[in-house]
Nanobody
Framework: QVELVESGGGSVQAGGSLRLSCAPS????????MGWFRQAPGKEREGVAT???????SYADSVKGRFTISQDNAKNTLYLQLNGLKPEDTAMYYCAAERPLHLKLGCAVLPGNGNGQWNYWGQGTQVTVSP
């Protein structure tokens, strides 16, 4: 069983930066795709960024140019660098791992909340951005 553990969230002022990490515990193998989602209060969870096993990335339009997804294969850790944070970035951020191959979804950020499209989810880390 793979468990994903996020860390790095916190409270910052607008314009600030944070780096989120997602590390697996338990049995781990190389994932075909990993990603970050976020859910703001009263809103549906949305995809933020994804990265495939070759390092190709995809971003939601709302974060392009500000957020960077990366992975350290040696540490089996996924990162999300958040720069130029805005109050509207306030949300619980979740990492997700491995898209079921039979769905043939590729690894790009897709519309929707990701339910049924990922095998593993983390518990989330809170990011709060004040004006």
């Amino acid at each position: 069983q793979v468990e994903l553990v996020e860390s790095g969230g916190g409270s910052v002022q607008a314009g600030g930066s944070l780096r989120l990490s997602c590390a697996p515990s338990g049995y781990f193998y190389s994932m075909n795709c990993m990603g970050w989602f976020r859910q703001a209060p009263g809103k549906e969870r949305e995809g933020v960024a994804t990265i495939d096993s070759a390092g190709s990335t995809s971003y939601a339009d709302s974060v392009k140019g500000r957020f960077t997804i990366s992975q350290d294969n040696a540490k089996n850790t996924l990162y999300l660098q958040l720069n130029g944070l805005k109050p509207e970035d306030t949300a619980m951020y979740y990492c997700a791992a491995e898209r079921p191959l039979h769905l043939k979804l590729g690894c790009a950020v897709l519309p929707g909340n990701g339910n049924g499209q990922w095998n593993y989810w983390g518990q989330g880390t809170q990011v709060t951005v004040s004006p």
